[in-house]
């Protein structure tokens, strides 16, 4: 016996896609490196859940599903493309105009964090497709070792392991590269 819940689901659905939709995108970004795929797989993963909002499970995890629906949707389109993605930067020229500036924040910090965050960015794009997923699934999607399991279908043991590997080779290529203003004053002062 089915049971269905579908103004419940729709407003589970939409709480949760509130909270996820920036996860969403950005792990599209990863996964396409092209915004308006990126933003092609997010609208695709939500016509998808709306279509399917009967099918969710009244105990189910919404959030990894909507991740495992984009994930999907992804992967079947490279089954089809068969083509190598598009290397395309993670964030277009973020400029400081789009930034919020504090004004109780020094300039010079906010130079310097804009500077880090670039830096992680470009080490991020440097790490292998598995090891990229699985950081930006968990750091900025936010997602548990047991939604990560359930999203790259494997068990829990194997993400918490690829995933250190993962942490491992990020702090690698971080550790010869962060090399922000502060510490090249630093270096210059020596």
């Avoid at 419940?8 to 920036?22: A, H, K, M």
């Avoid at 991740?67 to 290397?87: E, S, V």
């Avoid at 950081?135 to 392991?161: D, F």
């Amino acid at each position: 016996m089915d049971v269905i819940f579908p103004s419940g689901n729709r407003y589970i659905l939409s709480q949760t896609l509130d909270e996820v939709f920036d996860g969403l995108y950005g792990y599209a970004m990863v996964l396409s490196r092209d915004p308006t795929e990126a933003e092609d797989l997010v609208q695709e993963t939500c016509v998808r859940a709306i279509q399917a909002i009967e099918n969710l499970r009244p105990d189910g995890n919404v959030k990894s599903w909507l991740f495992t629906i984009l994930r999907n949707i992804w992967l079947n389109q490279l089954r089809q493309q068969r083509t190598a993605p598009k290397m395309v930067e993670l964030d277009v020229d973020e400029s400081s105009a789009d930034i919020a500036v504090e004004p109780s924040k020094d300039p010079h910090a906010l130079y310097v964090s804009k500077v880090e965050r670039e830096q992680v960015r470009e080490a991020i794009q440097q790490l292998s497709e598995e090891f990229r997923e699985i950081i930006v699934l968990r750091e900025y999607g936010e997602l548990s070792y047991q939604e990560l399991a359930s999203v790259l279908g494997c068990p829990a043991g194997t993400v918490m392991s690829r995933l250190g590997r993962a942490r491992s080779k990020l702090r690698s290529l971080l550790s010869g590269s962060l090399y922000t203003p502060d510490r090249q004053a630093k270096g210059a002062a020596e």
